[in-house]
Structure formats: structure tokens, C-alpha cells
């Protein structure tokens, strides 16, 4: 059976010297609106990742796409706020011994015209950009058993509807604690250190 859950807003944001929210220097784009666009591809990359584990489900390999080992190819596909994807491709292996599950995956995703808002409501933005992803996930009993990483690097471009763009890389990993209902990104955006703490929910990946 699958379960549904709600996904929650970000809590904390924590970037050293960052920007108005929406217009940086010159009219550029700012920090901040930066981090939010990777904090956001980070909630749909795990949801993406989470509803997979759920389709392989807990029990030992079977049907025609599973090796032996537990590994199997996927590919997933999230909608953005206003328009425009992102998606994922790549592979998650399943070992299970007991009550215990462990998931292990390796991707390459893509922002596709990915058109979001800012947190003002003033400006969309759109993304267009390629990322590696790598991650891990535990189960006990079914249930999320933390810590959980994934990481992520990549670029991407934005432009907002005014016109302005930017381009960045990142490198940045994201840890869930499922037993606190959180999860912490941090690592470097556009040349900023980044630390950001959110509610997390089961349904978030």
C-alpha cells in the first residue's frame, strides 16, 4: 500500500553574506534565491528516489528487470512549481537481510525549463541544468532509519523573467534524520558555503 505525506517548507536558512532575497548587486541574482533552487531539486531528487524503493519494495529480487544482486534501472519525473521538469535516471541496488533494507543509488537528473517563484512572489525564475547524484537509504521494519545521504553536483542556469540570468556549479550534500524529522543541506552554491536545516517527512525521500 502506499502512503501519501505532506511536505513541509523550508525552516532555517543560514548563508554567509547573502543577499535581499530576489535582487543581488546590480540587479543580479541574489545567493539566496540560488540555495532555494538546489534546496528545492534536493526535496524532488529524494522524492523521486523514494518513490522508486517503494516500487522495488522490501522483499527479496523478483520480476523480469531485477538481477539477482537487487539492482535495477529507473527513471523518474517531477513537475515543477509553474512548469517545466526535473528529471533523474540511474540505478539503485537493494540488499536486505532480515528486517533491514539498504538502498543504494547512483543517477545523473536534469533541470528541463524548470519555472519556479521566489519566496516575495515578485519574479519566476527558470532553470535549466544537469547534476550526478549518489545516495543511501535504510529501512527497519519498513520504516526510514536515519542518518540518509545523498549528494549532488552539477550547474545549472537561471533566468529570471526580467531577463537577468546567472550561472553556478554546486556541490552539496543533503543528510536526513528521520527520527528528528529533518534534513540538512549543506556544501557550496555559486561559490557560497551553504547550511540549510528543514522539516522532513517521509514522503520528501
Same mark, same amino acid.
Given at each position: 500500500?502506499r502512503h501519501h505525506?505532506?511536505?513541509?517548507?523550508?525552516?532555517?536558512?543560514?548563508?554567509?553574506?547573502?543577499?535581499?532575497?530576489?535582487?543581488?548587486?546590480a540587479g543580479t541574482?541574489?545567493?539566496?534565491?540560488?540555495?532555494?533552487?538546489?534546496?528545492?531539486?534536493?526535496?524532488?531528487?529524494?522524492?523521486?528516489?523514494?518513490?522508486?524503493?517503494?516500487?522495488?519494495?522490501?522483499?527479496?529480487?523478483?520480476?523480469?528487470?531485477?538481477?539477482?544482486?537487487?539492482?535495477?534501472? =529507473?527513471? *523518474?519525473?517531477? !513537475?515543477?512549481?509553474?512548469? @517545466?521538469?526535473? &528529471? #533523474?535516471?540511474?540505478?539503485?541496488?537493494? $540488499?536486505? +537481510?532480515?528486517?533491514?533494507?539498504?538502498?543504494?543509488?547512483?543517477?545523473?537528473?536534469?533541470?528541463?525549463?524548470?519555472?519556479?517563484?521566489?519566496?516575495?512572489?515578485?519574479?519566476?525564475?527558470?532553470?535549466?541544468?544537469?547534476?550526478?547524484?549518489?545516495? =543511501?537509504? *535504510?529501512?527497519? !521494519?519498513?520504516?526510514?532509519? @536515519?542518518?540518509? &545521504? #545523498?549528494?549532488?553536483?552539477?550547474?545549472? $542556469?537561471? +533566468?529570471?523573467?526580467?531577463?537577468?540570468?546567472?550561472?553556478?556549479?554546486?556541490?552539496?550534500?543533503?543528510?536526513?534524520?528521520?527520527?528528528?524529522?529533518?534534513?540538512?543541506?549543506?556544501?557550496?552554491?555559486?561559490?557560497?558555503?551553504?547550511?540549510?536545516?528543514?522539516?522532513?517527512?517521509?514522503?520528501?525521500?
Amino acid at each position: 500500500m502506499r502512503h501519501h505525506f505532506t511536505y513541509s517548507p523550508v525552516a532555517v536558512l543560514l548563508i554567509a553574506g547573502a543577499c535581499i532575497d530576489g535582487i543581488g548587486p546590480a540587479g543580479t541574482i541574489d545567493d539566496a534565491t540560488a540555495a532555494d533552487i538546489i534546496l528545492e531539486a534536493d526535496a524532488m531528487a529524494g522524492g523521486m528516489l523514494f518513490d522508486h524503493v517503494l516500487f522495488m519494495g522490501f522483499g527479496p529480487p523478483s520480476g523480469p528487470a531485477m538481477t539477482t544482486d537487487g539492482i535495477r534501472d =529507473f527513471s *523518474r519525473q517531477r !513537475d515543477c512549481p509553474l512548469g @517545466g521538469s526535473i &528529471t #533523474m535516471a540511474g540505478q539503485i541496488e537493494r $540488499t536486505r +537481510t532480515d528486517n533491514v533494507a539498504e538502498f543504494t543509488s547512483s543517477a545523473s537528473g536534469s533541470w528541463n525549463a524548470c519555472v519556479r517563484g521566489n519566496r516575495r512572489n515578485d519574479h519566476t525564475h527558470t532553470i535549466d541544468g544537469t547534476f550526478a547524484m549518489s545516495a =543511501f537509504r *535504510r529501512f527497519v !521494519d519498513r520504516q526510514p532509519s @536515519g542518518p540518509q &545521504t #545523498m549528494t549532488k553536483s552539477g550547474s545549472f $542556469t537561471v +533566468t529570471r523573467d526580467d531577463g537577468e540570468s546567472r550561472s553556478c556549479t554546486f556541490d552539496v550534500t543533503s543528510t536526513r534524520y528521520p527520527e528528528e524529522n529533518k534534513r540538512v543541506v549543506t556544501g557550496n552554491v555559486c561559490g557560497r558555503e551553504i547550511n540549510r536545516e528543514v522539516t522532513w517527512q517521509r514522503s520528501d525521500g
